[in-house]
């Protein structure tokens, strides 16, 4: 089989694949919350309701129905790409609450990115290029504290200390009360300001910003931190390696030049894989500093049995995944012809 008809086959392959696993995903959801304990009728109109308003409710939801049946209509609906509304706040779709709520999460999620990749792999280049030495073993402590640490409890030191504590960080929310929040196309308060030119709304929008994006940022750090300090340990020990020494090559430019660029490869799949995982939901750190974005959004819908809004906020996040997922495996397919079906 020639590369290119090798490549078509893998893509055809991975495309089939995604809607594959968005199904499983739904279904498994779908089943899940029908079989924990608790019921949206008595979330909605309180376990003291009467007997025939809750027959009422039911009934008009659908969920007096079997089983299959209403599996059957959800997935039909889905096909049609009708997410459906929420049964909380009547009349508003599922579809205008991610655009409400995923904007900030998509911010969230980018800046805390950001810092994940600046801070691990400095610190794991910096292990690296000291291999046993006490910069090795503190590269090494890094990743293992960054990754045992629990999010939920790192968050809520943090706010106690610099929030609580110091002053320095507001404590909850996206942007104060106060003012008038950014508006424009993306939702992205970040990219709104700049874009209409309120630098007081920027600065204001990173101070905000700041906290959560740390919390979240220095935990993810230790999964670059040890790619980076495994990868490029290997690669100064490469040949094309000790032939630059040979040839009277500055350290320096070696590690930076050379062995850096090729430790990067399997970082940036990663680097694809974790921006999927976290606009996923980053939903411990958005409960914990009340960000108001999609994943706590979802938190508070499972918390109030509201099954179409976390049906839909799954899928959401499934097909994020899905064709996060399908890129960098295509993008690796391209770059490596070993990769193949």
């Not at 919390?215 to 999964?223: D, E, K, R, W, Y």
């Not at 411990?284 to 049995?305: C, D, H, M, N």
Request: net charge positive; glycine share 8%.
């Amino acid at each position: 089989m020639s590369r290119s008809s090798s490549l078509r086959f893998y893509a055809i392959t991975r495309l089939l694949m995604a809607p594959v696993m968005i199904w499983l995903i739904t279904t498994l959801v779908f089943l899940l919350l029908r079989a924990t304990p608790g019921d949206p009728i008595d979330a909605l109109l309180g376990p003291k309701a009467p007997p025939a308003a809750k027959e009422e409710l039911r009934a008009e939801l659908g969920l007096d129905q079997p089983l299959f049946l209403q599996y059957l209509t959800y997935i039909l609906s889905v096909l049609r790409l009708d997410l459906g509304e929420s049964i909380v706040s009547k009349g508003e779709k599922i579809t205008e609450i991610i655009g409400q709520y995923f904007p900030a999460t998509v911010e969230l999620a980018i800046f805390s990115l950001l810092i994940a990749f600046v801070v691990g792999t400095s610190v794991g280049a910096l292990a690296a290029s000291r291999p046993d030495t006490k910069w090795d073993a503190a590269g090494r402590f890094f990743g293992i504290i960054t990754y045992s640490i629990p999010l939920f409890w790192f968050g809520m030191i943090l706010q106690l200390i610099f929030s609580v504590g110091l002053g320095w960080f507001p404590l909850g929310t996206r942007f104060p009360t106060t003012l008038a929040a950014p508006d424009g196309p993306t939702g992205l308060y970040t990219i709104d300001s700049l874009l209409s030119g309120n630098l007081n709304q920027f600065f204001t929008s990173l101070y905000y910003l700041a906290l959560p994006c740390l919390s979240l940022g220095i935990l993810i750090s230790g999964v670059f931190e040890r790619i980076v300090r495994v990868n490029l340990k290997q690669t100064l020990q490469a040949d094309y390696v000790e032939a630059a020494r040979a040839r009277g090559i500055s350290e320096k430019r070696i590690l930076w030049n050379h062995a850096f660029r090729n430790t990067l490869i399997p970082v940036v799949t990663i680097l694809g894989l974790t921006l999927a995982a976290l606009l996923g939901g980053a939903i411990l750190t958005e409960v914990t500093f009340s960000w108001p974005g999609l994943a706590k959004r979802l938190y508070s819908a499972i918390s109030q049995r509201d099954y179409p809004t976390v049906q839909g906020i799954m899928i959401f996040f499934a097909a994020i995944v899905a064709m996060a997922s399908l890129a960098i495996d295509l993008i690796n397919a391209l770059i490596d012809p070993r990769i193949r079906y």
